[in-house]
């Protein structure tokens, strides 16, 4: 079987995300450094999680406030050594992505050294650029070495993000149709509808800088991969690209939205506890999100064990319990444990993994329904049974 780095890559690179944000709320240089690391790992793993990061800082440090930083001190130069292996390493023991990035580096660097600088196009806006940066310094008469320095690493910052820019539109052939059917298969457009609403609450709650960089580097990402995520037309190669960045960037936009609605709570409050099969849990890990959102704990309890399911209940006292899992598949209820039906998710997924297929919209859909159920046990002599 063949390795598939984008499981391990998408684990160090969101724990490297939230370290910095960590880092960030607590002043914990160590953080910072660990951030960074984790990040470089990622980037180890998949070369282009580099490229996207890099893009995400030139973009972030053109505009940002000059001190705001994604994560504590030590993330760049962690990065930066982490980053520096990964080119070294692929140098030395070159894959399939190092000929498919090749190329677009060429096409880079063969538009930055043709007269394509002078089209006026491109040298127009640049000079309007420069123009009013220095007019904007002299006016406000901030020209010391350190704003001129400033200056000039953001028209850097903004130059290294134009390439990035030039390198994607350059070299790609975008297809929106196909990267639709693959939103509309694997995230559904209720989840997308939630994330484009929950990207404002992002921005709105984000606490450090770090957790706005965050953002912004996932849309970046989400933005090449939709227009060009280079994919066969095969349902497992396009979850394999969007897996890393994308759906986690619109599984917590989405989340963000959906708990800012009214009454979201009623379904699942702060604080309450999930319940789920223990084979569920680890095929959809779809405990992590309201351990993160609602502040909710996950138990890992098969269905068949209504003995430790009761015992769970009796033990949490007050604390609301709800069971999450597949319509239809629920645990059979005895004694004075009760299942009352909360709410109901049909949605449908591609079955098709490695087959080729014919037409678009003929993608082997499957109808998956899930189920939410709040756990409660009848008062009287049996409540205090262990």
């Given at each position: 079987m063949r390795f598939m780095p984008e499981i391990p890559s998408q684990y160090f690179l969101w724990a490297g995300l939230w370290a910095g944000a960590t880092s960030l709320s607590s002043d914990a240089s160590r953080l910072g450094?660990?951030?960074?690391l984790a990040v470089g790992v990622a980037g180890l793993m998949r070369l282009d999680v580099l490229i996207h990061v890099a893009a995400g800082l030139a973009l972030w440090k053109a505009f940002a406030p000059r001190h705001s930083w994604p994560a504590g001190r030590g993330f760049?130069?962690?990065l930066a050594v982490m980053a520096a292996y990964a080119i070294v390493h692929q140098a030395l023991f070159p894959t399939h992505y190092a000929a498919e990035m090749s190329p677009r580096l060429r096409i880079v660097l063969q538009y930055l050294s043709s007269y394509h600088l002078l089209?006026?196009?491109?040298?127009?806006?640049?000079?309007?650029?420069?123009?009013?940066?220095?007019?904007?310094?002299?006016?406000?008469?901030?020209?010391d070495g350190a704003t001129?320095?400033?200056?000039g690493l953001r028209i850097a910052a903004m130059a290294a993000f134009a390439a990035y820019a030039v390198a994607i539109v350059a070299t790609a052939w975008p297809d929106f149709a196909t990267n639709l059917a693959w939103l509309r298969i694997y995230a559904g457009w209720p989840i997308a509808l939630a994330a484009v609403i929950g990207v404002p609450?992002?921005?709105r709650r984000a606490r450090n800088s770090a957790e706005r960089f965050a953002l912004v580097f996932a849309l970046v990402a989400t933005a090449q991969l939709f227009y060009y995520p280079p994919v066969s037309p095969q349902p497992l190669w396009a979850i394999r690209r969007f897996l890393r960045i994308a759906f986690p960037l619109a599984a917590i936009a989405a989340g963000l939205a959906l708990s800012s609605l009214a009454g979201i709570g009623a379904l699942i409050p702060r604080g309450a506890v999930i319940v789920g099969d223990p084979a569920f849990f680890a095929e959809s890990q779809l405990h992590i999100a309201p351990w993160i959102l609602r502040d909710a704990p996950a138990f890992f309890v098969s269905r068949t064990r209504t003995d430790s399911l009761r015992e769970l209940r009796a033990a949490m006292g007050d604390r609301p319990m709800f069971w999450v899992g597949p319509t239809g598949r629920s645990p059979v209820t005895t004694g004075n444990l009760q299942l009352v039906p909360v709410?109901?998710?049909?949605?449908?997924v591609a079955t098709r993994r490695m087959e080729p297929y014919d037409s678009r919209d003929d993608l082997g859909l499957r109808e998956i329904s899930l189920?939410?159920?709040r756990v409660d046990l009848e008062p009287g002599p049996q409540t205090s049974e262990r």
């Open positions: 450094a660990l951030s960074g760049v130069p962690a089209d006026y196009r491109v040298a127009g806006p640049a000079a309007l650029t420069l123009t009013m940066v220095a007019v904007a310094l002299v006016r406000t008469g901030r020209t001129l320095l400033w200056t609450c992002w921005l709410a109901n998710y049909t949605f449908s189920a939410l159920y």
